[in-house]
């Protein structure tokens, strides 16, 4: 097959973005939300891995209102690649990185009262022409981020009272919501509204409220407030196997490479350093370039699989840091050039994220974030390449 023109030089081993995928999730999302409620795409940590920029629009585009971001970074690029919708900064950020939020006009997140501190003179010496707007967490049991609830009152009240703030949100995060029947996500329900009680007491006018993550979406706790934050099921993966997406979610993110040699491999010869794998028969060996430097972690040694053909192929020895050998399944005649599938579906023989993570030990949250900026990105709507983003074109300015 000739490759396409605007995929000349573009490396074999590349992660296919189908941003049709991300609009079906966020729409399906959305529809899962009552009518006036809001939906904040999760876009941190480069959007899961997929294209922070990329995926942004397409959120947008298929009915996102806001975008949820981790840092001040995340959110400035967003800014530079175009993006004017509203921004949430979700994480806690350090006292001297509020100017830099306010001159990216992102909304910042505060859980103390150091960093109320820090924003409230910020935004007096820094003659932030807008208002800065403000979301105020509380945590209700992750232990994590957040105003525990005897502080909630005080920087509410100093939120209201600042006319250079808008007081655009108050917020949670649930700890369980993965495990559909753990009474603790209503727990943390109760806590919430036990706290946004004791501000309508005091007479705060209660701003647009938001507790739901992907797997509070799905299985319908939180979902009655003004906004809910999804993040891994915009991607199209299940926040847990108790939690399943709705019907029409898919997966956005496939890897694919190319077979670079057809490796012979001999009776009692190994593969790979420290030779942890011994052929016992025959085998035909396939060149795969990648490797742990791309996030192709290297706990998949001898047990992980990719998708030559359609079949299953294991991986034989070590995943070395560029390069892996995998065995070419029997029956098949594969050839130098034939596409591999490193992550997608059954389909394809490939292994889906999930599996990956089982393999990895880890979740598919950190297998999608740990893929590297070393394989390109190729965003794809309708089966058309729209966007190619190189190992080069991360260069910051
Ligand atoms: C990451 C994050 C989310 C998204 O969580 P998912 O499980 O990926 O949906 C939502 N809210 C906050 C505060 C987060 O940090």
Request: overall charge neutral; aromatic content about 4%.
């Amino acid at each position: 097959m000739t490759p396409r023109s605007d995929l000349v030089g573009v490396r074999a081993t590349r992660a296919i973005v189908d941003l049709d995928a991300i609009a079906a999730n966020v729409g399906a999302l959305r529809r899962r939300l009552p009518a006036c409620s809001q939906l904040m795409a999760v876009v941190k940590a480069d959007a899961y891995g997929h294209g922070a920029p990329w995926v942004s629009r397409a959120a947008l585009a298929a009915g996102a209102s806001l975008l949820g971001v981790a840092t001040v970074g995340e959110g400035a690029i967003l800014r530079r690649s175009g993006i004017e919708s509203r921004v949430v900064v979700l994480g806690s950020i350090g006292p001297t990185e509020v100017a830099a939020a306010c001159r990216a006009r992102l909304e910042v997140t505060v859980g103390d009262v150091s960093l109320l501190d820090a924003l409230q003179a910020a935004v007096r010496s820094e003659h932030v022409a807008e208002l800065v707007s403000v979301h105020l967490k509380v945590d209700t049991g992750l232990r994590r981020y957040g105003a525990v609830s005897d502080d909630v009152v005080l920087l509410a009240d100093r939120i209201c009272g600042d006319q250079r703030l808008r007081f655009a949100g108050m917020s949670t995060h649930f700890a369980s919501a993965d495990e559909p029947d753990e009474p603790f996500t209503v727990e943390q329900l109760t806590a919430f509204e036990q706290v946004l009680g004791s501000c309508r007491s005091a007479g705060i006018p209660i701003p647009a409220r938001h507790a739901a993550n992907s797997a509070g979406i799905l299985t319908g706790r939180g979902i009655d407030y003004e906004i809910a934050r999804a993040g891994i099921a915009v991607y199209g993966i299940p926040p847990s196997p108790e939690v399943p997406l709705l019907p029409g979610m898919r997966p956005a993110m496939r890897i694919e490479s190319r077979i670079a040699r057809i490796v012979p491999i001999a009776p009692g010869e190994s593969v790979g350093y420290n030779r942890t794998f011994r052929a016992r028969e025959q085998v035909a060996g396939a060149l795969v370039p990648i490797g742990y430097g791309d996030g192709y972690r290297r706990s998949l040694s001898n047990r992980g699989w990719v998708g030559i053909a359609g079949r299953p192929a294991r991986i034989l020895g070590r995943v070395s840091m560029d390069q892996t050998v995998v065995a070419i399944p029997s029956g098949v005649s594969a050839t130098v050039g034939d596409t591999v599938h490193i992550l997608g579906n059954a389909d394809d023989g490939a292994p889906s994220a999930i599996e990956l993570a089982e393999l990895m030990e880890t979740n598919p949250y950190e297998v999608l974030v740990g893929i590297r900026k070393r394989i390109p990105r190729i965003f794809e709507c309708q089966g058309e390449v729209v966007a190619v983003r190189k190992e080069d074109d991360w260069r910051e300015d």
